[in-house]
């Protein structure tokens, strides 16, 4: 019986695999072919030949480090208090979190709008990169990391004499490694994958992200366009397929805890 069973649980897992990789290799396989036969013209264009593919490319992954980096510094300090410091309205201001979390991004996009019109950003990278480093999910989850260390361990480090940056950096971070890969791809996709934030933020198509250009490629191309899809799934691919193990086990204590 267990074996029928893990002979069916195989069977599915790879057809589910191949019905989620098929596309991809589609795409792959089109991307080299046109009227004329095979070619590594359009990948030369993309990568080599023309700079307004690849630059945009680069100005998307700058965007991306920025948020990755502002959401970071926000969720690890917001996460360390939510989890091991006690102040009044603690469990009020995680149950907003909670709340925050499962609201849609169409909903938040207004207000965003508002303030950044208030502040005069609007139609600058700061237009994207600001909203999206305060987006709950990486507090959340670091939160329920920080949370399955010790209060021994802290108190402990407190004594040796350590403030809180050494608390952070020798302490909690090394031990919460799967957390912080887990809100790195998470928030790393999440802006590399953004596209109603730069139609609303952004006026000037020169200021783009990759994500959304990519729609603008001429219909004509269509060669042209599948190869900019391979160079657009390349970085996510690249960190999932890298940290697919610690993305999974911080998913997976953000849910225990």
Known sequence: MRTKTSLGGNIFAWVFAFISIAPFVYVL???FLTPKGVTFGYYYDVFLGTSQYLLRFWKSLLICLAIVAGQLIVSVLAGYGFAKCDFPGKNVLLFVLMILMVLPLQVTLAPN???L???????TYSALILPSIFIPLGT???????????DDIIDA????GCGLFRLLTKILLPMNTSG???VTLLSFLDGWNMVEQPIAYIKDFLRYPISVALA?????????????CIMVVLPPLFLFTYFNRELVEGIVLAEVK
């Open 113 to 115: 709008y508002i303030m």
């Open 180 to 182: 912080l890969v887990c």
């Open 117 to 123: 019109d208030k502040l005069g950003l609007l139609d």
């Open 216 to 228: 603008y490629v001429p219909p004509a191309d269509s060669t042209l366009q599948l190869v900019c």
């Open 140 to 150: 959340f989850i670091l939160t329920q990391s920080f949370k399955s260390v010790s």
């Open 157 to 160: 480090a407190k004594l040796d």
């Open 29 to 31: 396989a089109l991307s």
